[in-house]
T-cell receptor
């Protein structure tokens, strides 16, 4: 089976850096995705990791360690608009479906 | 705007009724995925279609069914509705939907908010 764990809520201050962790157990790993979702809106794609290491994309970076079943999303120079839920999702080999964690709700304060 | 469209945006109905949710994927995308998101729950994968054929199934209830038509749009049918079926239903699409492919990110539509009274 598959299991994905993320913290439920996090808070941070505008301009700061925050790291959102995700641990997963899956059979046949084929990629880890991070999505951002504002309340009541559609998830939007942020990043993708399939090999170990860091992927950087502007203010957002995502890290993967396949041996540890661990990923994190790093958000730098936080802005108020970054207040949202961040969803970690895993894709298994031989299937296209994404299994999502319950998401981490991030609140950014001035 | 992801390019994925869903109708209707909101749907209010009564228990025991049947509804149909519609999704049009991005131009060129062959795969369509349906997800359910209940209050305080994550996105739950329901079902995937690829080029008209069912490709993967999640924990989809027997009361729910879906299909993908030759023009690649998809419909999710929910019948004998219960209060617990109230949720946001998202459709997503991707280009290839083939296992082992590259990024093949999924693009999500705006969702249909279903309220069962």
């Amino acid at each position: 089976g598959q299991n994905i764990d993320q913290p439920t809520e996090m808070t941070a201050t505008e301009g700061a850096i925050v790291q959102i962790n995700c641990t997963y157990q899956t059979s046949g790993f084929n990629g880890l995705f991070w999505y951002q979702q504002h309340a009541g809106e559609a998830p939007t794609f942020l990043s993708y990791n399939v090999l170990d290491g860091l992927e950087e994309k502007g203010r957002f970076s995502s890290f993967l360690s396949r041996s540890k079943g661990y990923s994190y999303l790093l958000l730098k120079e936080l802005q108020m608009k970054d207040s949202a839920s961040y969803l970690c999702a895993v894709r298994s080999y031989n299937t296209d479906k994404l299994i999502f964690g319950t998401g981490t709700r991030l609140q950014v304060f001035p | 705007d992801s390019g994925v469209t869903q109708t209707p945006k909101h749907l209010i109905t009564a228990t025991g009724q049947r509804v149909t949710l519609r999704c049009s994927p991005r131009s060129g995308d062959l795969s369509v995925y349906w997800y359910q998101q209940s209050l305080d729950q994550g996105l739950q994968f329901l079902i995937q279609y690829y080029n008209g054929e069912e490709r993967a199934k999640g924990n989809i209830l027997e009361r729910f069914s879906a299909q993908q038509f030759p023009d690649l749009h998809s419909e999710l049918n929910l019948s004998s509705l219960e209060l617990g079926d109230s949720a946001l239903y998202f459709c997503a699409s991707s280009v290839r939907g083939l296992a082992g492919g590259p990024l093949d990110e999924q693009f999500f539509g705006p969702g249909t908010r279903l309220t069962v009274l």
